[in-house]
């Protein structure tokens, strides 16, 4: 009985844990997890990250919408994207954290971006959601 009610307990916390998402306590880890799934056009996956919902929901894309996110899925892994943390630029306070990212390509030595995610923290919840996001 003993044995049966600890991993019932382990189950319960494993599955805690796993819900709440890996990033959920991390705002870097987060915004990283957010960048990459803008550039490789995986939209359902940002949604689930922001605060409102802003992109279409792959369910309703239209045919045009998904022709254009199968391209760019194409494009990010050709390019390989690399996202680094700049740590100078970079600020995490209690309740807000703007991450910026030199982003480069594993393919193309010449490519060079800057990508910044801002993040809010869930007064309720105490969980990291993407507030704004930029490409420069």
Known sequence: MKRNLLIAAATVIAFSLASCGGSAA???KMAKEFAEAYVNADYDKC???MDDEEFTPSGEMSSMEKAVVKAMKEEAQKMKYIFTVDTESTSVSEDDADIWFDVTSGSDPDFKDIFKVELEKDE???KW???RYKSF
């Open 26 to 28: 991390d705002p870097v």
């Open 129 to 131: 959601y993407v507030d």
């Open 47 to 49: 949604n689930k990250m």
């Open 124 to 126: 309720d919840t105490g």
